[in-house]
């Protein structure tokens, strides 16, 4: 599956960015998602995903809880990120993620090592 990420953008702190990711097939019905990011020198950290089984179960990072809501679109290919509220320390480029085809268990969902395909990214930069 090939991601392609787009949405990132110049905002003010305490405005919002609506990021997309469509991927370049459907995925399979039981798979996650997740958006990650990753500032200048820091490591990339988990955002926020969902995870198919059966039900969705949506999982976020304690650092967006609250200000960012991920959601997918009913074809299934296409995954957005909702950031409202947003800060300077949510500056970072962002990178969608897709487990398809497999499925990882929950705990497992937060860890890189889930995801086999990834989006090229996308600046958001949150400045006055």
């Known amino acids: 599956v090939q991601l392609q990420a787009s949405g990132g953008g110049l905002v003010q702190p305490g405005g919002s960015l609506r990021l997309s990711c469509t991927a370049s097939?459907?995925?399979?019905?039981?798979?996650?998602w997740a958006w990650f990011r990753q500032a200048p020198g820091k490591e990339r950290e988990f955002v926020a995903a969902f995870r198919r089984s059966g039900g969705t179960t949506y999982i976020y990072a304690d650092s967006v809880k609250g200000r960012f809501t991920v959601s997918r679109d009913n074809a299934g290919n296409v995954m957005y990120l909702l950031m409202d509220s947003l800060k300077s320390e949510d500056t970072a480029k962002y990178y969608c993620?897709?487990?398809?085809?497999?499925?990882?268990?929950?705990?497992?969902?937060?860890?890189?090592?889930?995801?086999?395909?990834w989006g090229q990214g996308t600046q958001v930069t949150v400045s006055s």
């Open positions: 993620a897709c487990s398809s085809p497999r499925n990882p268990i929950l705990s497992a969902v937060r860890s890189e090592a889930s995801y086999g395909s």
């Open positions: 097939e459907r995925t399979v019905r039981n798979y996650a």
